[in-house]
């Protein structure tokens, strides 16, 4: 549990909710191909760019914490992309 100071001077009290939470991920890729699924490519003339799946988890965060926050649009994107 996190102590947080109360408002009156000395005070402590105890919380229930959780901290942050601090870690670090480690991916090993044996492939180009898994290096290009992950990181994707820049565009250049002639052909588009591919976001990969980094850039894709970066665009789909803000639409996952809305859907925890009970927005319905969220949770129809969600359902479109899952499709």
């Known amino acids: 549990m996190n102590p ?3 408002d009156t001077p000395g005070a402590v009290k105890e919380t229930t909710t959780p901290g942050v939470l601090r870690g670090a991920v480690w991916l090993r890729l044996q492939t180009r191909q ?3 699924l992950i990181h994707g490519r820049s565009g250049n003339e002639g052909k588009p760019a591919i976001i990969g799946l980094a850039g894709f988890a970066d665009r789909l965060k803000p639409i996952w914490q809305a859907a925890q926050d009970d927005d319905p649009y969220a949770d129809w994107w969600l359902i479109r992309i899952h499709e």
């Open 4 to 6: 947080i100071v109360a």
């Open 34 to 36: 898994a290096e290009r």
